[in-house]
């Protein structure tokens, strides 16, 4: 959900990242974009990478086809990207991201949060903690051609649950659930910054 891969990210990618390692090991089967509105960076951007990369029947439906998708067609994993991660696994994203873990839920698809190591914030306790910015009308109004005149609530993020989330993939490893459903990311952050302070001093 929203655009993930190395136009974004400026590497590999997140999400888009872990179908393009996929792809790499010939174990990608399919993949499917969201549009990811109202900016349609996934039609525009992650939807470019797809056909650039000839990524095996590679998809695009509008957002709220996800979860027609996931009944009549059926999915093996459904992975986004994160622009925030909390201490106990909470993660905000682009809006419609919490939607998504719901359908995912809904039928049984594992949902997977894909970030880089710097979006892991220990400082954070919970989700309840973010601040969510909300974007002026305008926006919204201007791309869907809605009558100017109508009120509008245009949050640029929500937060999904750590229960929701059946990992967390970073370039560090994959972090895991604890059996309540919630992560330990500051015991992951520091096993990976031991490692990173014992190989600088060897």
């Known amino acids: 959900?929203?655009?993930?891969?190395?136009?974004?990210?400026?590497?590999?990618?997140?999400?888009?990242?872990?179908?393009?390692?996929?792809?790499?090991?010939?174990?990608?089967?399919?993949?499917?974009?969201?549009?990811?509105?109202?900016?349609?960076?996934?039609?525009?951007?992650?939807?470019?990478?797809?056909?650039?990369?000839?990524?095996?029947?590679?998809?695009?439906?509008?957002?709220?086809?996800?979860?027609?998708?996931?009944?009549?067609?059926?999915?093996?994993?459904c992975v986004v990207g994160a622009d925030r991660v909390c201490a106990n696994g909470d993660t905000a994203n682009k809006i419609g991201t919490y939607n998504l873990s719901i359908v995912a839920a809904a039928h049984g698809v594992p949902f997977y949060v894909a970030s880089p190591f710097t979006t892991l914030d220990t400082k954070l306790g919970s989700g309840d903690e973010i601040e969510i910015e909300e974007r002026p009308a305008k926006e919204l109004i201007e791309t869907s051609s809605a009558p100017k005149e109508i009120a509008c609530w245009n949050p640029a993020f929500d937060v999904t649950p750590a229960k929701n989330i059946a990992g967390i993939i970073t370039e560090k490893g994959v972090i895991k659930p604890k059996a309540d459903g919630t992560f330990d990311i500051a015991a992951f952050v520091n096993e990976c910054n031991s490692k990173t302070d014992n190989a600088n001093s060897s």
Request: glycine share 10%.
């Open 1 to 77: 959900f929203c655009n993930t891969g190395s136009l974004a990210t400026a590497g590999f990618g997140t999400a888009l990242g872990v179908a393009r390692a996929l792809q790499r090991k010939n174990k990608l089967k399919s993949i499917t974009a969201l549009e990811t509105r109202p900016y349609n960076q996934g039609s525009r951007l992650t939807a470019f990478e797809i056909v650039e990369e000839k990524m095996p029947n590679g998809t695009l439906i509008c957002d709220s086809a996800a979860g027609a998708l996931m009944k009549t067609k059926g999915a093996d994993a």
